[in-house]
C-alpha cells in the first residue's frame, strides 16, 4: 500500500508565500512522475506544476514564474514553492505521485488535499 502526505497549506496574505509538501511511503520501488493539481471553489480541478524523476519540470502557463515544483528522491517528497500569492490562488491542492511498486505495480496515487487560502 502507497500513501502521499501532505503539508503546509494554510491561510495567508495576498502577496505572501507557502511552501507545500508532499512525502510518498510505503510499498514503493520508485517513483516516477509527481506533480500538483488544485481545484477552486466551484471550478474543476486543474494541473499546477509536474516533474519528472529526471528533475524536469512543467507548469500551468498562467503560474510559471510564481510557482516552483522540486523533489528529493531520496525521500519521495515533491515540493511546491508557492510566492507572489493572490486571492485566486485559494484552492485545495492536491498532489499526485506515479508509482511503480515493490510487486512491480504501477499506479497514480493521490493525496488528500490541503487547503490554501489567499485572503487579507
Known amino acids: 500500500q502507497v500513501q502521499l502526505v501532505e503539508s503546509g497549506g494554510g491561510l495567508v496574505q495576498p502577496g505572501g508565500s507557502l511552501r507545500l509538501s508532499c512525502a510518498a511511503s510505503?510499498?514503493?520501488?520508485?517513483?516516477?512522475?509527481m506533480g500538483w493539481h488544485r481545484q477552486a471553489p466551484g471550478k474543476e480541478r486543474a494541473m499546477v506544476a509536474r516533474i519528472t524523476s529526471g528533475g524536469s519540470t512543467y507548469y500551468a502557463e498562467t503560474l510559471k514564474g510564481r510557482f516552483t515544483i522540486s523533489r528529493d528522491n531520496a525521500k519521495n517528497t515533491v515540493y511546491l514553492q508557492m510566492d507572489s500569492l493572490k486571492p485566486e490562488d485559494t484552492a485545495v491542492y492536491y498532489c499526485y505521485a506515479g508509482v511503480r511498486s515493490l510487486s512491480d505495480y504501477y499506479f497514480t496515487v493521490w493525496g488528500q488535499g490541503t487547503l490554501v487560502t489567499v485572503s487579507s
Open positions: 510505503g510499498s514503493i520501488r520508485s517513483v516516477n512522475d
